[in-house]
Nanobody, 125 residues
């Protein structure tokens, strides 16, 4: 198993940036693909971005393309989500998740067996 802890959320103004981190512990981190999702109260969970085990396969939701960047830290058990040009619609809780289908990227939440507790992102106007 792998345990995931998100950090880096907070309050930022419209147009600002945040970098979220997903720190993994437990089983070898490279055994997993990592995805970022978000979910606002009363809404369905939404895919944001994903990266495969070695970082050569990435995928983004259309709503974040060109603004968000997912990456894997070198020699660290961490995946990052750099978020630029944030807007109020990006306000919600962001979760990272790990999938055993490490060689590919998946947009569906069911492909991910392990989830973090989430980190709140609030964008103010």
């Amino acid at each position: 198993q792998v345990q995931l802890v998100e950090s880096g959320g907070g309050l930022v103004q419209v147009g600002g940036s945040l970098r979220l981190s997903c720190l993994a512990s437990g089983r070898t981190f490279s055994s997993y693909a990592i995805g970022w999702f978000r979910q606002a109260p009363g809404k369905e969970r939404e895919f944001v971005a994903a990266i495969n085990w070695n970082g050569d396969s990435l995928y983004y939701a259309d709503s974040v393309k060109g603004r968000f960047t997912i990456s894997r830290g070198t020699a660290t058990n961490t995946v990052y989500l750099q978020m630029n040009s944030l807007n109020v619609e990006n306000t919600t809780v962001y979760y990272c998740a790990a999938s055993i289908w490490s060689w590919t990227v998946s947009t569906g939440g069911r492909a991910y067996a392990f989830w973090g507790q989430g980190t709140q992102v609030t964008v103010s106007s």
